[in-house]
């Protein structure tokens, strides 16, 4: 309570459990029925989010912060997973979906193909979004080829790319 007090655009962050893997979700609800805003985060499966929809306050907004890059990470595909969170704040006028743990420029665009309000990019991520998108593929081809050769030469070896073999 001593948070949201800061500020009218302050946002309380609560992780979806505890370290004990104890859920947070009382506590959610709680503070969504005192009118606090949440972004609840650490968010990965479909039952979390379900939870989540149904202990927030519809009149409060919110954030729902599901891990996507993390669910990536396991070798499954996330975009089913954030369409249907999508579907279960359906309910929540209030609440924003957001793309977390993003991993790759694809995923700037894969959050907004699945409905997310908000996603959280990476510097280095932001940057590289910044110098591809749009590029010409043929170009990075050149520039991958390009690279290759440098590399080569810098490890002191003949290489198939140089210009005058």
């Known amino acids: 309570m001593k948070i949201a007090a800061w500020q009218s655009n302050v946002y309380v962050k609560i992780p979806i459990t505890n370290t004990r893997n104890e859920s947070s979700l009382a506590l959610v609800r709680e503070l969504a029925k005192e009118g606090v805003q949440l972004n609840v985060t650490a968010i990965l499966t479909l039952d979390q989010v379900r939870g989540v929809a149904e202990a927030l306050n519809p009149a409060v907004p919110s954030v729902v912060s599901v891990f996507a890059g993390r669910i990536a990470d396991t070798g499954v595909d996330p975009e089913?997973?954030?369409?249907?969170?999508g579907c279960l704040l359906?309910?929540?006028?209030?609440?924003?979906?957001?793309?977390a743990s993003v991993r790759e420029v694809l995923n700037i665009f894969q959050a907004d193909e699945c409905g997310c309000q908000i996603v959280t990019v990476p510097h280095d991520i932001l940057n590289k979004a910044i110098k591809m998108v749009g590029a010409e593929l043929s170009h990075v081809s050149l520039d991958t080829v390009k690279m290759f050769a440098q590399d080569a030469a810098a490890a002191g070896s003949r290489s198939e790319f140089r210009d005058d073999v």
């Open 80 to 85: 089913p997973l954030m369409r249907a969170c």
């Open 90 to 99: 359906q309910n929540q006028p209030k609440a924003e979906l957001l793309w």
